[in-house]
């Protein structure tokens, strides 16, 4: 499944716009973005090998970690990656779903949660 950058970045959009009010109104200091393909250097942090393997990433402070100090920083940062997500999706409405999922994701370690408890919530869903 191919879109267009434009076409992904507005499922991005929707995607977060339906987020809960309550996790929009806690959101603090982060930029969204859309890439084709993880950097190596992105890749190397997410400690994987191959950029397919990265959906998402969120690089900053989480909101748990951030100190009184905390303060006159650039945003946090959470990136989707469009080529890998297009490539594990075979129409538009899958692209969609990863892309909510993987937002959702990468939204939970701005607030501090970490892959394995994520991974836990999943397993209870």
Do not use: W
């Not at 109104?25 to 950097?39: A, G, K």
């Not at 890749?43 to 998402?56: T, Y």
């Amino acid at each position: 499944m191919i879109l267009s950058h434009e076409q992904f970045e507005e499922m991005v959009a929707k995607a977060f716009e339906e987020l809960p009010q309550e996790f929009l109104d806690m959101l603090d200091n982060v930029d969204i973005v859309v890439e084709d393909y993880p950097t190596p250097e992105q890749i190397e942090q997410a400690e994987l090998e191959h950029a397919g393997e990265l959906l998402g990433l969120y690089e900053g402070i989480p909101q748990t970690e951030r100190t009184t100090y905390y303060g006159m920083v650039l945003p946090d940062k959470i990136t989707l990656f469009r080529k890998p997500i297009e490539a594990r999706c075979r129409n538009a409405d899958e692209v969609y779903a990863e892309v909510r999922k993987t937002l959702r994701h990468e939204i939970a370690h701005h607030f501090g949660i970490s892959d394995a408890r994520l991974k836990e919530l999943e397993a209870d869903e």
